[in-house]
């Protein structure tokens, strides 16, 4: 039975934190959605990054755009820059690992697209300048963290999304982090295609 409880205790302690989560940022996610939207009918681009599952989950995402959600409908541009392993391993070599999505960024980001930054605690130093980085480019942040969102919440400006989830346990974040996003998706599909 101990392994059975753990098991049920896990389960139990995902739903109170995504129910958290949808009470308080359920308007956030909405806004979230509308400026993707925004983002996209303007033929910008999406650029997400994340660190280990972080970066996994951007990934995630970006197949999800690019390929589809629920149903078939024309791709949609993303780049999840944590993917370009060449570009991050020579990017760390030469000017060190918080480099990697800041120079990244200042290559290929344009005003009007927007950054996508996932973090579990938000005091990534490499999401920290590619929130910087963003901020010269002239583009806008959605900022996905958990916990108190750490130093990426303090580089946000007052018009940019945030959506930290009200938890210090990095897997709980990530599963409801993994929610927003099948969220964000379901409502950009609605937005664009009526799906």
Do not use: W
């Not at 409908?73 to 480099?99: C, H, K, Q, W, Y």
């Amino acid at each position: 039975m101990e392994l059975e409880d753990r098991i049920i205790r896990q389960f139990h302690q995902s739903m109170e934190v995504n129910a958290q989560t949808i009470e308080q940022f359920t308007p956030v996610i909405a806004t979230a959605s509308e400026l993707i939207l925004q983002c996209l009918i303007t033929e910008h681009k999406i650029l997400s990054a994340g660190n280990g599952a972080s970066g996994a989950l951007a990934q995630h995402f970006g197949s999800l755009l690019i390929n589809r959600f629920r149903q078939e409908r024309p791709g949609l541009p993303v780049v999840t820059l944590n993917a370009d392993s060449a570009a991050i391993s020579a990017i760390a070599e030469d000017s060190g690992f918080a480099d990697i999505y800041s120079k990244q960024i200042r290559a290929i980001g344009m005003p009007g697209d927007i950054l996508l930054a996932i973090s579990a605690n938000g005091r990534s130093a490499s999401l920290v300048q590619a929130i910087q980085a963003a901020h010269d480019r002239e583009m806008s942040v959605i900022a996905l963290t958990g916990g108190d969102g750490g130093n990426m919440t303090a580089l946000l400006r007052p018009d940019e999304t945030e959506i930290c989830v009200p938890s210090t346990d990095e897997a709980l974040v990530h599963h409801a982090q993994l929610l927003v996003l099948h969220s964000l998706t379901d409502l950009i599909d609605f937005q664009l295609f009526g799906a």
